[in-house]
């Protein structure tokens, strides 16, 4: 079974095709193109709606046709050799998702094949279920290469960190799962976004921090880890925030400094670098000592055999080793996607549609920018 799948939650627009056949416990990915309007919000330090739809449409009809092009399943795309069509139906930015939504149901119309809605988190999730080895669109590590030979096995945990979820959800098996905690306010990549642009960094700030990180010391600022020790799955990074802030403003009055910023050379800019790559080292340490803390509870008291991440933060290298430390001490199995595969992308929808099977007409299917688990 051949499925094409198309994501355009936000602002990457994504087409993809997976192969597999009933019983496979993992997906052979065959082609990923994903465009993204990333550079573009960069210069407004954000997403700003309007615009990511707009290059949406540029872009949806070019990324579906290289997507089946650059197969060997099939050179036309007038009547390509797939059993379906799967998409993200939400949660998402409206104009983003109208955008993949009504190209499916006119593909789906046109060559007469059903569709699969998926809810843009499971597609997250999802990721884990991709065969990498042997995959030249993949950027894989020796973790993941090690891992490919394993099955996930039920229950799992999953943390989801996004740019707008940070999530934990227990699965059963595939058809069931269940919510159980997430961020009260913001989330973890929102966190880390937040922070980069008070810090000045360049948007999206969640790798920028990584980078600097490694070039500072996680303790040389002691930030609130917020409801580490609470008896709930919930999360809270907004105080985070608002320490850091304050953080930036006492540093800046006692060395009268201006905001640190990246790149300066003279004495005063190596001072505010220092700075910055303490802050961000101080920051991420933060967020993942609170994630890795909740996830390992989690994992602990629903005995877990599996724990999983996935989202863009799981792109994160520290929360990735971390995660695979405390799963090798509780004895359960570690999955983390191929980097590319954390930011959004349509092989984990088209994943997500096969694992979850249920063909629909063009006619029932719509967007939903709320849509939940
Ligand atoms: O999953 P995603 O591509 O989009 C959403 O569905 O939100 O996640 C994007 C988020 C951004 O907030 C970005 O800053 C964060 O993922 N991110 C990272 C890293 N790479 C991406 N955060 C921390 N460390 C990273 N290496
Ligand atoms: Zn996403």
């Known amino acids: 079974m051949r499925i094409l799948g198309i994501e355009t939650s936000c602002d990457e627009t994504g087409a993809a095709v997976i192969e597999g056949e009933p019983g496979d416990t993992k997906v052979k990915l ?60 939400g949660p998402g930015l409206i104009g983003s998702l109208l955008v993949g939504v009504e190209t499916a149901k006119t593909l789906a119309y046109v060559w007469k094949k059903p569709i699969i809605p998926v809810n843009h988190l499971i597609g997250h999730i999802y990721a884990n279920w991709i065969l990498t080895t042997n995959n030249s669109q993949l950027t894989t590590t020796p973790l993941e290469i090690s891992n490919q030979k394993l099955e996930v096995a039920f229950p799992a945990i999953v943390l989801i960190v996004s740019g707008g979820h940070t999530d934990l959800v227990l699965m059963k098996n595939h058809k069931q799962h269940r919510w159980i905690g997430g961020t009260r306010d913001d989330a973890a990549g929102e966190a880390f976004d937040k922070i980069g642009r008070l810090l000045e960094l360049p948007y999206p700030g969640g790798p920028v921090i990584a980078k600097l990180a490694e070039k500072g010391n996680p303790k040389a600022f002691s930030f609130p880890r917020p409801m580490i020790d609470s008896s709930d799955f919930d999360f809270s990074f907004s105080g985070l925030k608002t320490a850091v802030l304050r953080e930036v403003k006492n540093q800046a009055t006692i060395n009268d400094l201006p905001a640190p910023r990246v790149g300066a050379e003279s004495e005063t800019g190596r001072q505010g670098h220092r700075l910055t790559a303490n802050l961000s080292a101080s920051v991420q340490q933060a967020i993942v000592d609170v994630l890795v803390a909740k996830t390992t509870k989690a994992a602990q008291k629903h005995k877990v055999k599996s724990m999983l991440i996935s989202g863009g933060v799981a792109a994160n290298e520290l929360l990735r080793h971390q995660l695979e430390v405390r799963s090798q001490e509780l004895g359960v199995i570690f999955f983390a996607p191929a980097k590319n595969l954390c930011t959004d992308n349509a092989a984990m929808i088209t994943t997500a549609a096969f694992f979850h099977y249920k063909p629909l007409s063009w006619q029932q299917i719509t967007a939903d920018p709320g849509l939940h688990f």
Do not use: F, M
């Open 30 to 89: 065959l082609s990923n193109v994903v465009a993204s309007s990333l550079s573009l919000h960069a210069k407004t330090g954000g997403i700003v709606p309007e615009v990511a739809a707009r290059e949406q449409v540029k872009y949806i009809i070019p990324v579906i046709e290289k997507a089946l092009t650059t197969t060997n399943i099939s050179q036309s795309t007038t009547n390509p050799s797939i059993d379906a069509i799967a998409v993200t139906v």
